[in-house]
């Protein structure tokens, strides 16, 4: 098949499910275009990125600049540039239609990729994030794209973004879309109570490949330094700052032991300050982002990966956090939080354990205890590689991906009458 991917910024070192997609489809012989925003920093890349020249494959929409008067003089010169050849581009400033997506121009401007490649014709146009197919369907109806279209949810799309915009953002793209892929079984009910017709919603994890990650058992020796470790974005809904809160009880403990975060992100400061009032710099370390091999070395030497997600003010939660999948492969037993899709990967006191949200004492004492158990925890060990491999091994997963993609091609396309069309297209 022919397929298009719509993602955000691409690549981007945090969204490897996205690669892990693209790159898997590409082994099981289908042709793989990919429309995205350019990302700020080229440079730092997962080989897979150079492996499959998926650069080559790439078509970036143009920058939209932040001057309003700048945005509209260049907006007149894609339109004097392509209006004539596709007359239909003029429909993207069509407020009353579009409205927001058509007065920022953004709309225009993100036709521009489909018309360098003169409107192309797919068998799938998947995309990544409820927000990016209600582009995508925008774009399939004013007639910049052809294909069946599917949109993955993956957490924030469910979450914040609706708290913010409202539940009836996707009326239009419920009633127009063709495929539907929470990756757990929460979004899915979720998605259903929304309207999201539940013939065409199937639950699709993301997942890893699970022979890049080489299996031992880790369990803690305490008479040697304890090795803790988290890979996260340095953002509110990791709650980074209940596992440093914790790994401060911790230490009370067990003072010969470390706590080493792996990510960067906008709360750095923040929790470098927490650090210092807590007084735990000597065992506390945020090593900021570090290259797969670094983190892979780091998983390698820990014994715990502390996963303490929490629900953000903003209404923001965790999909199922692909770094707990990793850890778990590895065989590091996972901490973490009773928090969206995450129950549904660590089995609590089966494939690891689980804490309430925002409760550092509890994650500290579920870690002491641990520490007091190294048989207990070479079984959640196993059981946690056991539980990856079974339901998350990215190879079974892009096989199954692949069927869900034909099966929709192959379905009669069956459209429900457009519905809501202003309220659902305000938020783009």
Known sequence: MKIAFLVGNFPSLSETFVLNQITGLIDLGHEIDIYATRPFNLEAVHRDVEKYDLLSRTFYYPVLPSNYW????KGIGILLTWGVRYPFIWKTLNFFQFQRYASSFRFLYQTVPFLKQRLPKYDFILCHFGHVGKKGN??????????????????????????????QVYDELFSEGDLFLP????????????GCPKDKTFVHRMGIDCEQFKFKP???????????ATVARLTEK??????????????QAYPNFS???????????????????????????????KQRDDVIAILNRAVFLLAPSVTARNGDQEGIPVAIMEAMAMGLVVVSTQHSGIPE?????????????RDADALAELVICLIQQPELCREISQRGRTQVEENYDIQQLNLRLSKLLEEAVASPQKRNPTIAVGNSLRAI
């Open 70 to 73: 700048l945005r509209i003089i």
């Open 138 to 167: 925008c774009l399939r109806k004013i007639g910049a794209v052809q294909g069946k279209l599917g949109t993955v949810f993956h957490g924030w799309d469910l979450t914040e973004y609706i708290q913010e915009e409202g539940k």
């Open 183 to 194: 990756i757990s079984n929460r979004w899915k009910n979720l998605l259903v109570d929304l």
């Open 218 to 228: 880790h369990q803690p020796n305490s008479s040697e330094t304890i090795h803790i």
């Open 238 to 251: 990791k709650g980074i700052e209940y596992g440093i809160r914790a790994a401060a009880k911790i230490k």
């Open 259 to 289: 706590y080493t975060i792996v990510g960067d992100g906008p709360l750095k400061a923040d929790l470098e300050s927490l650090i210092q009032q807590l007084h735990v710099e000597n065992v506390v370390k945020l090593l900021g982002w």
């Open 345 to 357: 990967l660590v089995v609590d006191k089966v494939s690891g354990f689980l804490a309430a949200e």
